[in-house]
């Protein structure tokens, strides 16, 4: 491979890169049905009176100014729910409200799986755009004898790269 080419798909690479790096998970506060949701502090405020959420997964824990708590989980498209042993629901605003509200409105945390998807995606996108020449022999070229990969099929080679790392960083945001 000639340098010029491997600067051209490295600066492709970094391109792309940045591109995505703006598509981070947004903060800030957010106004929603007359709460206000702070997901830089994990709070919900209403009325002068502030509860902390938490999401782990598909779980969401608010936690009263009392210390009470009241969790739910959603999962298979319903939830379950649960509080500890203090909370009362006539005091303040009701749990699910509150549940319901954070999940909807604020971003939960992706899982490690997504995360790891996006790195093998990086990994074989990044090694098909840099090395097109060696991807396609690992994939047509051991079936044929004295055979050399045509320049149509090496640009095809770098556009799957391209799509590939693209996948990897929409993965982490779906």
Known sequence: MKWG??????????CTALLFSGCGKSSGTLQVQGYTIDRTDSTISRDGVTYHYQVIGDSVTITYPDQSTYQTMYQNGGSFSGWSEDYDPDNGVPGDVLTDLVWENAV?????????L???????????????KA???????????????SSAALILERITGVILIIAGFICIFI
Not at 5 to 14: R, Y
Not at 108 to 116: G, M, Q, S, V, Y
Not at 135 to 149: D, H, I, L
Request: glycine share 6%; with cysteine.
């Open 118 to 132: 996006s790195f093998l995606c990086w990994l074989l996108g990044g090694f098909i755009l840099i090395f097109p």
């Open 108 to 116: 939960p945390k992706r899982d490690t799986l997504h995360w790891i």
């Open 135 to 149: 991807s396609w022999y690992v994939c047509y070229g051991w079936r044929f004898q004295n055979t050399e990969p």
């Open 5 to 14: 080419s491997f600067f051209l798909m490295a600066a492709i690479f970094l």
